[in-house]
């Protein structure tokens, strides 16, 4: 398919909150960069597929299989934003074709699913690139590119709070099983691990975790089924150069002011990232290189910058600060240049990877190595 100058044709295979927030973003992406638009929908829920051909300007195809889309000859490309348990059977339907694919993350629930995907991708022509929109959010964005470039000298740590509201309802509420989602650190904080990996430049070593569910869901019952989806918890992440990460997460702290901040120290200063303020500040130790002694006392605030970081380019904000719009720009111009993804399949399985050994230092009280968890060369 030569798509270099001409219209891409989109399929969205799911049309819950995700599925929609994409048609937002597809729409919103316009005429950029030859253009998009939504051809066809897929989604087995009548209500989720009403709701999103309100949404289209110009109606699509619909269907109720997702395999009926993907033979329809409709699309260039498939976004994949069903339940989590449910991607590792659209991505064996989809991977069989030649589309390019956005999977939502989490990429799977199990690692033998995510194993086997990677496997049957092998050797195809579209591209699968893994939805880990986290890391185009502007301020994170700019933080990246400065702690990357030695704003800060050598990375030593990097912690991520997210304090926020209880998971959102859904179609049947599918998301308050942890076999449906893979669990809350890899449903909600997949992303996060991704992005500790990425600001460090490492692939992680181990993990320990500790968490539970003490306040969300405590009394729901689904046909007999007691909600298990953890609400709190708090995950160290080690990395083979001595590098550590952290992640503090409540859900149940929704009267937070920036719910979401992400803090970046290395040996010569501190970046940090606010959200929804959409605030970077970025601070330097006193007199380091001189004398590698103690500088301004903390708490001061001397000599902090403190900026509104905003890309104008961003059309559509959505649910995501651009960030969406952002992945979604990228996506589409790597299938016109014919670029691999940029978040790809072993990627993404990584990120799953990590949450997954978080779930079981906590179920077994004890630091779990990834190379229990993920195979030998990864």
Known sequence: MNASNRTLRYGIIGCGSMGREHIENLWALGTEQGGAQVTAIADPHAASREAALALCRERPQVFEDHRELLASGLCDAVVIATPNHTHVAMLRDALATDLHIL???????????????????????????????????????????MAHGGAVGRLHQVAIREHREPFYPKVGDWNRFSANTGGTLVEKCCHYFNLMDLVLRERPLRVFASGGQRVNHLDEVY????????????????????????????????????????????????????????????S???????????????????????????????????????????????????????????????????????????????????????????????
């Open 103 to 145: 999977v939502e993350k989490p990429l799977v629930t199990r690692m033998d699913d995510g194993l086997e995907i990677v496997a049957r991708a092998a050797g195809r022509t579209g591209i699968v690139w893994v939805a880990q929109e986290y890391r185009y959010m502007p301020p994170v964005a700019e933080m990246i590119r």
């Open 223 to 282: 046909e007999g089924r007691r909600s298990d989806i953890l609400d709190s918890a708090y995950a160290i992440v080690e990395y083979p150069s001595g590098a550590r990460a952290m992640l503090d997460l409540c859900m149940f702290a929704e009267n937070s002011v920036d719910n979401e901040h992400i803090t970046v120290v290395g040996d010569e200063g501190k970046l940090e990232s606010l959200l929804p303020a959409l605030t970077l500040r970025h």
């Open 284 to 378: 330097r130790r006193e007199d380091w290189g001189r004398r590698q002694a103690w500088g301004q006392p903390s708490g001061t605030a001397k000599g902090v910058s403190v900026r509104r970081v905003w890309d104008t380019g961003i059309k559509y904000a959505g649910h995501h600060f651009g960030a969406s719009f952002i992945e979604h720009q990228r996506f589409a111009a790597a299938i016109r240049a014919g670029r691999p993804a940029e978040i790809g399949l072993e990627e993404g399985l990584r990120a799953v990877a990590t949450g997954l050994a978080a779930h079981k230092s906590i179920d077994e009280g004890r630091v779990v190595a990834l190379s229990e968890v993920l195979p030998a060369g990864w």
